[in-house]
T-cell receptor, first 111, second 116 residues
Framework: DSGVTQTPKHLITATGQRVTLRCSPR?????VYWYQQSLDQGLQFLIQ???????AKGNILERFSAQQFPDLHSELNLSSLELGDSALYFC??????????FGPGTRLTVL | AQKITQTQPGMFVQEKEAVTLDCTYD???????LFWYKQPSSGEMIFLIY??????QNATEGRYSLNFQKARKSANLVISASQLGDSAMYFC?????????????FGTGTSLTVIP
């Protein structure tokens, strides 16, 4: 158990809908990272937050947004969902640069 | 050009033997970090080891070591004394701009099978 929690574990929704994925980092970790893993595109970095501020932005679509709250939990919002958004979404947290602790992931299925 | 290249889609190793998983990277940024992750069939992602571009010594974490050859731009993962539980997908990744905070790039992964 990495200490990072993600909810929900599974999510099934329809095209055009909006969903919110939630991540709670390990206690004391200030950085939260979001990744997408799909069969088509492999693993992709979406975005990083550090202590509430956006720190780095990867291949995150405009339909997606994220934020980190004062209690350091983070949410990834996916809107106008398309079939291609079906993927495993990981959150990871860290305190230092050379480490990452992953949550169990949220499997999103868009029908 | 690919930022991270893993040329071995699949590898087999006998239990208790050592195995090297290859990873080459491409960057012109002097400040970068290299990561290896393990993903078992259960789907979880496990961080294994990290090497910073300015680190003088190769990183080691238990049975994992990173063979960092900066001039060749390679960051191979060495697993010693393979165990059945090492069977998994292994991903190499790079983060450019450690200080400024830039993107992560992932390789396509290597599937390792440990044979009893």
């Amino acid at each position: 158990d990495s200490g990072v929690t993600q909810t929900p574990k599974h999510l099934i929704t329809a095209t055009g809908q909006r969903v919110t994925l939630r991540c709670s980092p390990r206690s004391g970790d200030l950085s939260v990272y979001w990744y997408q893993q799909s069969l088509d595109q492999g693993l992709q970095f979406l975005i990083q937050y550090y202590n509430g501020e956006e720190r780095a932005k990867g291949n995150i679509l405009e339909r997606f947004s994220a934020q980190q709250f004062p209690d350091l939990h983070s949410e990834l919002n996916l809107s106008s969902l398309e079939l291609g958004d079906s993927a495993l979404y990981f959150c990871a947290s860290s305190l230092r640069v050379g480490e990452q602790f992953f949550g169990p992931g949220t499997r999103l299925t868009v029908l | 050009a690919q930022k991270i290249t893993q040329t071995q889609p699949g590898m087999f190793v006998q239990e208790k033997e050592a195995v090297t998983l290859d990873c080459t990277y491409d960057t012109s940024d002097p400040s970068y970090g290299l990561f290896w992750y393990k993903q078992p069939s259960s789907g979880e992602m496990i961080f294994l080891i990290y090497q910073g571009s300015y680190d003088q010594q190769n990183a080691t974490e238990g049975r994992y070591s990173l063979n960092f050859q900066k001039a060749r731009k390679s960051a191979n993962l060495v697993i010693s004394a393979s165990q059945l539980g090492d069977s998994a997908m292994y991903f190499c990744a790079m983060r450019e701009g450690i200080v400024t905070g830039n993107q992560f790039y992932f390789g396509t992964g290597t599937s390792l099978t440990v044979i009893p």
